[in-house]
């Protein structure tokens, strides 16, 4: 069954520092998404991304955020400065149409620690 | 803005029986209502997806019922598995914006031999 992957799976980071956040979406699909879930909280949207630019956005995805498809196969979510509420799983997800037939394809999801 | 209720945190049934969890939503009536299951550090996995237009769902064990009036959908697991232990979470799409799902808490669901 094809995958979302994402790297790495784990990620600490000194406060201020700047991360970036890996995806490889399934290969067929033209959708792209970044949510994440702080711990013991519900998963939240961030971004959606198709044909190379951000479709939708939430009040979470600030100016410290951006997203970027670099070449064919990779999905990337960068943290500018990150802070320490930063500190969550982030989910990659893609789908091949709008995910009203067949829902999303959530990646394992990266743990960022912000210390 | 989008509010999402799920009946309860955690759920415990015995094996065998029928796990049935609600959602409950308010403000906007979502075009589409998906169900997922998510596993402790895992992403979430698509179950069941349910149209506005739509009043029931199956696959497999799997059953989601969708009531725009009552702005409710349930979520049945027939004969119920160990296996099926896990959280299992609401979204909601309003149809209007492209990828953006609402998500419930979740409830813990528990299935003991």
């Known amino acids: 069954e094809p995958e979302v992957t994402q790297t790495p799976s784990h990620q600490v980071t000194q406060m201020g520092q700047e991360v970036i956040l890996r995806c490889v979406p399934i290969s067929n699909h033209l959708y792209f998404y970044w949510y994440r879930q702080i711990l013991g909280q519900k998963v939240e949207f961030l971004v959606s991304?198709?044909?190379?630019?951000?479709?939708?956005k939430s009040e979470i995805f600030d100016d410290q955020f951006s997203v970027e498809r670099p070449d064919g196969s990779n999905f990337t979510l960068k943290i500018r400065s990150t802070k320490l509420e930063d500190s969550a799983m982030y989910f990659c997800?893609?789908?091949?149409?709008?995910?009203?037939?067949?829902?999303?394809?959530f990646g394992s999801g990266t743990r960022l620690t912000v210390v | 803005s989008q509010k999402i209720e799920q009946n309860s945190e955690a759920l415990n049934i015995q094996e065998g029986k029928t796990a049935t969890l609600t959602c409950n939503y308010t403000n906007y009536s979502p075009a589409y209502l998906q169900w997922y299951r998510q596993d402790p550090g895992r992403g979430p996995v698509f179950l069941l997806l349910i149209r506005e237009n739509e009043k029931e769902k199956r696959k497999e064990r799997l059953k989601v019922t969708f009531d725009t009036t009552l702005k409710q959908s349930l979520f049945h697991i027939t004969a119920s598995q160990p296996a099926d232990s896990a959280t299992y979470l609401c979204?909601?799409?309003?149809?209007?914006?492209?990828?953006?799902?609402?998500f419930g808490r979740g409830t813990q669901l528990t299935v003991w031999p």
């Open positions: 979204a909601l799409d309003r149809g209007s914006t492209l990828g953006r799902l609402y």
């Open positions: 991304f198709y044909n190379n630019e951000i479709s939708e």
């Open positions: 997800a893609s789908s091949e149409g709008f995910g009203r037939d067949d829902g999303y394809t």
